[in-house]
């Protein structure tokens, strides 16, 4: 378990995985941008300690503010004094870190080569090209065991080749 900010140390590296010859698919799964639905409740704590909310995304809201997303997954993230525009622009932000064309979950390798936590992965497949991509290592988990030796299962974040990136 890794407790801290997320990425928080720059030039820890990268690392190349590739799907041929040092890597093998696990859960992991490609997921295009138009396919994810999200919906973002962006909540703003005040001074006073009144709280104002903004939702934006995928789904619609009824003029009473319900949402109506059942297929929609919702991330409800936390500020401190903003205003209703200024959660508006984070919560876009939030959506477009959400919303990329790539990988998402985890894959297996053997010992080589080293991954730690924060580090970039870049994923290669010769069966597709198009689907090349960089991202961050979110958490990896060591096994050890007589008949295969030593095994990494790596759980991918968001892409490191966003404009997002903060």
Request: aromatic content about 10%; glycine content about 8%; cysteine-free.
């Amino acid at each position: 378990m890794f407790v801290g900010l997320a990425y928080q140390e720059k030039g820890l590296g990268e690392v190349n995985y590739h799907f041929q010859k040092n890597a093998i698919m696990g859960d992991l799964a490609f997921r295009r941008q138009e396919d994810i639905r999200v919906r973002i409740k962006a909540i703003s704590v005040m001074p006073n300690n009144k709280k104002i909310s903004v939702e934006v995304g995928d789904g619609s809201v009824d003029e009473n503010g319900n949402g109506k997303f059942a297929d929609a997954d919702q991330v409800t993230v936390h500020y401190y004094n903003k205003t209703k525009d200024e959660l508006k622009v984070l919560a876009k932000e939030a959506i477009n870190r959400i919303k990329y064309d790539g990988y998402r979950g985890a894959f297996k390798s053997k010992w080589l080569p080293f991954a730690i936590h924060s580090m970039v992965a870049n994923l290669m497949n010769d069966r597709y090209p198009e689907r090349a991509g960089s991202y961050f290592i979110d958490s990896v988990n060591t096994s050890y065991g007589p008949d295969d030796g030593i095994d990494r299962e790596l759980e991918l974040g968001r892409s490191a080749t966003s404009n997002l990136i903060e």
